[in-house]
């Protein structure tokens, strides 16, 4: 998946407004931690995250994705009646039909001929929407398409606080579904385009991916509930992630020195020092926003690139690498030349 004529028109992230801090998590959580004998703080010095931020209530993932996306469109400074493709790929969505895709073109009154569906591939669906856009735009089929994301979180704390706070919860329920307490709300959205159409922008320059699916089992949630076995989750998504580095290194003839930086996909301080320390990488390379937003899903990557942009730390001709793992498991490392 490699590309010669697509480019990052447009990018924009938008940070959700309620901010949850770990320890307010834990206090509510003490009464069951003191009957289980746990000692650990998991969330803040384990994990390393000590807040995420929260939509209000009543918002959906395709609100969010609306925001980011009309925030996306004024960066691209296009005719949104150009876009030939929107691709949804949150984990989070509205209905199970609709395809949430269908209800951000809606919002952003996209014309007929706009394609417009929803992928899903947990916490890599973005890198996922991106490379199928460039595919159409390389072969000449669309000008610009836009790619999405909004997450939602709010369900999921509200239900899995009540459930860890009963008096029934062992052990072995509260740690596997901790992780839950690490996600977070945000949104993306990025306008690719055809680079005749924007010779200025960052060249998006594809990747490769790699799948070690008889891990599917490790991480599997619903919009209430996730179920994550951590350890495991980290040494196999870590062996994967080595063999993904590898073919990075044939494909985009990759030199950690000579990269100028890291996205790395947020999930947690320790799975962050593990690819830093696998890879070699400088950490001074890498932006870490997990401590303040949690892991946001899909949307991870984006608002991290969008992030360094927002605070002009890429310069013309940087490399930039984005690494996107997500539970299943897949793997997809790719290139920006900025």
């Not at 206090?27 to 803040?44: C, E, S, W, Y």
């Not at 969505?93 to 809606?106: F, K, M, Q, W």
């Not at 369900?155 to 307490?181: C, H, I, M, W």
């Not at 940087?318 to 996107?324: I, K, M, S």
Request: net charge negative; charged share 20%.
């Amino acid at each position: 998946m490699l590309f010669k004529n697509v480019s990052i028109a447009g990018l924009a992230h938008i940070d959700a407004p309620h901010r949850l801090s770990s320890a307010d998590i834990n206090a509510q959580l003490q009464p069951t931690m003191d009957r289980l004998g746990i000692k650990t703080d998991v969330l803040q010095d384990i994990a390393g995250i000590f807040a995420r931020r929260l939509w209000d209530d009543e918002v959906q993932a395709s609100d969010a994705a609306t925001l980011a996306a009309e925030k996306a469109l004024a960066d691209a400074g296009i005719d949104r009646a150009r876009v030939g493709l929107l691709v949804n790929t949150s984990v989070s969505r509205d209905y199970l039909e609709p395809s949430t895709a269908s209800i951000v073109s809606g919002n952003l009154g996209l014309g007929e001929n706009c394609q417009n569906f929803d992928v899903a591939n947990a916490c890599l669906a973005f890198i996922n929407g991106m490379d199928i856009a460039s595919r159409m735009i390389e072969r000449g089929e669309i000008d610009y398409a836009l790619v999405v994301d909004g997450e939602t979180a709010n369900l999921a704390y509200k239900k899995t606080l009540e459930r860890l706070s009963g008096p029934d919860v062992t052990e072995e329920q509260f740690r596997n579904e901790l992780a839950t307490l690490t996600l977070g709300c945000g949104a993306a959205a990025m306008v690719l385009s055809r680079s005749e159409l924007t010779p200025d922008a960052p060249k998006y320059k594809g990747g490769v991916t790699k799948a070690a699916t008889q891990w599917n089992t490790l991480c599997r949630g619903n919009l209430d509930r996730m179920v994550t076995d951590t350890r495991m989750l980290l040494i196999e998504g870590l062996k994967l992630a080595t063999a993904t580095f590898g073919a990075a290194r044939q494909a985009l003839g990759w030199v950690v020195e000579e990269l100028d930086e890291f996205v790395i996909h947020q999930v947690s301080q320790v799975h962050t020092q593990a690819f830093i320390k696998a890879f070699g990488i400088d950490p001074k390379k890498v932006l870490t926003i997990f401590a303040e937003h949690g892991n946001i899903g899909p949307a991870s990557v984006p608002i991290v690139l969008s992030k360094l942009k927002e605070m002009g730390r890429l310069k013309k001709g940087d490399r930039v690498a984005l690494l996107g793992i997500g539970s299943g498991l897949n793997c997809s490392m790719a290139e920006v030349e900025w």
